[in-house]
């Protein structure tokens, strides 16, 4: 049952940008693509940046704010009416982008590819792909990474796949998500925005491998390949014995007590280990002798 005006646009916006963003996606890393995956990859992702905006604005600032001034003094039945219909109408999206990029820390680079992709947009809409190759799929695929990525797009998943799970797994599906991580780009694209976050604090994630589980400004650990989070306090870190690195053995530092060990993996190896408090340093580590 819907309630309100705000439940009503929130789940339109949330399944219209479910639709948008794997579209986008599944055109971007398509083999042999031809102009049409060009198009799709554009306009979808352009289109799905357009949800998240109203999303953001709906969130922030209310339903008054998204939509046209010529919806406010009408009755909320009627509103109700409009948005199942289709006729409602919401504000200019440059007015949802202005307020998306006050909100949200896009540097000058990032605001340069929002314009830049919103150009590329508008010249596909109105003239067809200009010189399409490689680089526009790539472009797409960096915009998913950099402005898609860097806004609230786990609001858009059930609370079991926003925490301790493979959350772009969960926002695209296992096809797409796997046809997105086989691209070298993605990966890199995504280990460099880690760093951009906090160079001083990057690990290898525990659930995908790639050095991008970054310790963000709220005490959260969050992976920009795959989207594992917890909590930096949950998590502990200590030597692998098998592999001879430092602090690649992830545990749960939560239930780890003197008399009660944890279990340990290695996020190289993939070993697992029961980590313990030594007896001899005091420190948390795999069980071996010598202390490492």
Request: hydrophobic content about 35%; charged content about 25%; aromatic content about 8%.
């Amino acid at each position: 049952m819907i309630n309100s005006i705000s439940d009503a646009l929130e789940i339109r916006l949330k399944n219209s940008f479910l639709n948008f963003v794997k579209h986008a996606i599944e055109h971007a890393t398509t083999e042999n693509a031809i102009e049409n995956d060009y198009i799709q990859s554009l306009i979808n992702m352009q289109a799905a940046l357009e949800m998240l905006c109203k999303y953001h604005v709906l969130r922030t600032r209310g339903w008054e704010d998204l939509l046209s001034e010529s919806h406010r003094y009408e009755p909320e039945d009627e509103i109700l009416r409009k948005i199942e219909s289709g006729e409602i109408k919401t504000n200019k999206q440059w007015r949802m982008r202005d307020f998306t990029i006050n909100d949200f820390a896009f540097n000058q680079d990032d605001i340069d590819l929002l314009t830049e992709f919103q150009e590329l947009r508008n010249q596909a809409m109105h003239l067809g792909v200009l010189n399409p190759s490689s680089d526009l799929l790539n472009n797409s695929i960096v915009f998913f990474v950099r402005i898609i990525k860097g806004m609230n797009w786990k609001d858009f998943l059930s609370i079991d796949h926003t925490y301790l799970a493979d959350s772009v797994k969960a926002l695209l599906g296992d096809k797409i998500y796997n046809a997105l991580i086989s691209k070298r780009i993605y990966v890199d694209e995504s280990i460099d925005a880690a760093y951009d976050i906090n160079s001083l604090d990057v690990k290898l994630c525990l659930s995908c491998s790639n050095e991008s589980w970054v310790l963000n400004d709220e005490g959260d650990r969050i992976c920009t390949v795959c989207g594992y989070e917890c909590n930096d306090d949950a998590v502990g870190f200590t030597h692998c014995p098998d592999c001879a690195k430092d602090e690649t053995v992830a545990y749960d530092k939560m239930n780890l007590e003197p008399n009660n060990p944890a279990l340990g993996k290695c996020v190289i190896c993939q070993n697992k280990f029961m980590i313990s408090y030594c007896k001899l340093c005091g420190n948390a580590h795999v069980d071996v002798s010598p202390c490492p």
